[in-house]
């Protein structure tokens, strides 16, 4: 099991589409726009990931 499907700690950008995720630990996306501007574009299809945690505290794996 991991923690986050997406670790985005840079500038940069990435559009998903069709993943699935299963026994994510917390959430689908962390994102901390403090280090840098990382835009996620969730497309079609995807599921079990939608969610953001919050950039300033660490999920627990």
């Known amino acids: ?3 986050v499907v997406v670790q985005a ?3 940069g950008a990435a559009r998903f589409e069709q993943v699935t995720a299963e026994s994510v630990g917390a959430a689908g996306v962390y994102n901390c726009p403090d280090r840098g501007t990382f ?3 969730l497309g079609a299809g995807n599921s ?6 919050p950039c300033g ?3 627990e794996p």
Do not use: F, N, S
């Not at 079990?48 to 945690?53: A, E, P």
């Open 48 to 53: 079990g990931w939608d969610d953001i945690w």
């Open 57 to 59: 505290t660490w999920p």
């Open 9 to 11: 700690e840079t500038g």
């Open 1 to 3: 099991m991991g923690t």
């Open 39 to 41: 835009t996620v574009d």
